[in-house]
């Protein structure tokens, strides 16, 4: 199997993971619950926005073409950005892939649904007040690991 063909198989690993987490979380029976107690929860979370819940105020005929056209001219970038990569060693093609594989999958939900599911919840009580990260979901997670170790290789090139 070819490094191409490997990167192919993890996106579609990466996305079909994600959707289906996602499909899961959608359940009707599906019930929030806490994985580590006072740190980290399984939530259900609609998110009509980006990052933050960015932009979830513009109107859904604005906000959802909007963001999904966003999304894909950046993914389309990342594409052709892997194309050049992909049979180079190292690892910025797969960190490209992991890119891909979370823009595939939030835009299948805004085109699908409008909105990104979300579901992991991070959260600090500190005094008996909790503290919580944005819920999120694993194509974010992709997409964020990606960023970060994209950084940090290339400044070690610098």
Same mark, same amino acid.
């Given at each position: 199997?070819?490094?191409? !063909?490997?990167? @192919? +198989?993890?996106?579609? =690993?990466?996305?079909? %993971?994600?959707?289906?987490?996602?499909?899961? /979380?959608?359940?009707?029976?599906?019930?929030?619950?806490?994985?580590?107690?006072?740190?980290?929860?399984?939530?259900?979370?609609?998110?009509?926005?980006?990052?933050?819940?960015?932009?979830?105020?513009?109107?859904?005929?604005?906000?959802?073409?909007?963001?999904?056209?966003? !999304?894909?001219? @950046? +993914?389309?970038?990342? =594409?052709?950005?892997? %194309?050049?990569?992909?049979?180079?060693?190292? /690892?910025?093609?797969?960190?490209?892939?992991?890119?891909?594989?979370?823009?595939?999958?939030?835009?299948?939900?805004?085109?699908?649904?409008?909105?990104?599911?979300?579901?992991?919840?991070?959260?600090?009580?500190?005094?008996?007040?909790?503290?919580?990260?944005?819920?999120?979901?694993?194509?974010?997670?992709?997409?964020?690991?990606?960023?970060? %170790?994209?950084?940090?290789?290339?400044?070690?090139?610098?």
């Amino acid at each position: 199997m070819t490094r191409t !063909t490997r990167q @192919i +198989a993890l996106l579609a =690993l990466l996305v079909t %993971l994600d959707q289906l987490s996602k499909w899961w /979380i959608e359940q009707p029976q599906f019930t929030p619950f806490s994985c580590i107690d006072g740190l980290f929860n399984i939530v259900r979370a609609h998110n009509p926005g980006v990052a933050f819940s960015m932009f979830a105020d513009l109107p859904d005929s604005v906000r959802v073409g909007a963001l999904v056209a966003v !999304t894909a001219a @950046i +993914a389309i970038g990342v =594409l052709i950005w892997w %194309l050049k990569e992909r049979q180079r060693d190292g /690892i910025t093609s797969w960190l490209l892939v992991l890119i891909m594989a979370g823009a595939i999958g939030n835009i299948w939900d805004r085109v699908q649904l409008g909105y990104v599911v979300d579901f992991l919840d991070w959260f600090v009580t500190i005094d008996g007040q909790a503290y919580h990260w944005p819920a999120f979901n694993l194509a974010d997670s992709y997409i964020s690991v990606a960023v970060v %170790l994209l950084l940090v290789t290339g400044f070690k090139k610098s």
